[in-house]
């Protein structure tokens, strides 16, 4: 079973930057995809963003195009979630989740592991 820790969280006024970390046990980090999501009060989970096992495919959800960046680290295990421009409807926990398989997925059954999550909250 993976393990994953996420970090990076924290209270930012709009307008403002965030890099969210997640830490991934295991020796197979690099042949799974792996993805962000997001829960706000009151709502769903949603997707955010989600990289293939290499790095070449990438996906956002609309509303965070052209503000959010992923990335990975195989050497490192650590998959980032670079947040920049942030809203107040940002706000919300934030969960790094392990991919099924090598290709990205955008639904949460494509994920068979998450992490705690991470509060991200944004001020107007």
């Known amino acids: 079973q993976v393990q994953l820790v996420e970090s990076g969280g924290g209270l930012v006024q709009a307008g403002g930057s965030l890099r969210l970390s997640c830490a991934a046990s295991g020796r197979t980090f690099s042949s799974y995809a792996m993805g962000w999501f997001r829960q706000a009060p009151g709502k769903e989970r949603e997707f955010v963003a989600v990289?293939?096992?290499?790095?070449?495919?990438?996906r956002y959800t609309d509303s965070v195009k052209g503000r959010f960046t992923i990335s990975r680290d195989n050497a490192k295990n650590t998959v980032y979630l670079q947040m920049n421009s942030l809203k107040p409807e940002d706000t919300a926990l934030y969960y790094c989740?392990?991919?099924?398989?090598?290709?990205?997925?955008?639904?949460?059954?494509?994920?068979?592991?998450w992490g705690q999550g991470t509060q991200v909250t944004v001020s107007s």
């Open positions: 990289i293939s096992a290499s790095g070449g495919t990438i």
């Open positions: 989740a392990k991919g099924r398989v090598v290709l990205p997925s955008t639904i949460a059954a494509g994920f068979d592991s």
